[in-house]
């Protein structure tokens, strides 16, 4: 077993005192989007104190207002029996919030049969959607190896590939949809 990369389907070994080269993007890469400008975190980033200031601040408000109700609605439901407990404890949002339990609950038994209905059409349709071909064989043969012989030309032979710890693919040398497309129409195997 060797810990030598595979690059570009040449025997050459790459020489890591030259210095990188990086080849020209392909010409159906119209955009290019730097990491950085994507993954900026402003809150955690080189920003002003104030700035994260007030945005500590409305985070703080934020949770503020969502965990009142919860803490609220919980203290109501506890005390439920007690007249002197709670933070407050009315008839109408007692059987407001058994209603609302009861359609939670009965949605909840629809989505259950539903999905265990569907599941059970689906096994029942498996057995013959299995046994029907609904591809062009020769097509898909043409598309494998067509596939197989570029990737090849790409990356080297198969038995150089298996079992590599490292695998060394220069900036853009991946494969992309667009070229396999590309190849499949040159090839008549669209």
Known sequence: ???????????????????????????????????????????FGDRRVGTKLTQLALVLIGWFFVILPVVITTSALVHRNDDDGGWWGYHEGFVMWEVTMLFLGILLVLFVVGFLALHL?????????EQ???????????????????????????????????????PYGDIETYELRGRYRSFGAE
Do not use: N
């Open 132 to 170: 029907t071909t609904t591809y062009d064989e020769e097509r898909l043969a043409l598309r494998l190896e067509v596939a197989g012989s570029w990737y090849a030309d790409k990356f080297g032979p198969a038995d150089l590939r298996k079992q590599q710890t490292r695998v060394h693919i220069e």
């Open 1 to 43: 077993m060797s810990d030598t990369p595979v690059s570009g389907g040449s025997d050459e070994q790459p020489q890591h005192h030259e210095a990188a080269r990086v080849p020209t993007a392909p010409d159906y890469v119209v955009h290019h989007v730097d990491e950085k400008a994507v993954t900026v975190d402003w809150f």
């Open 121 to 129: 059409l689906d096994a029942s349709g498996r057995r013959t959607r």
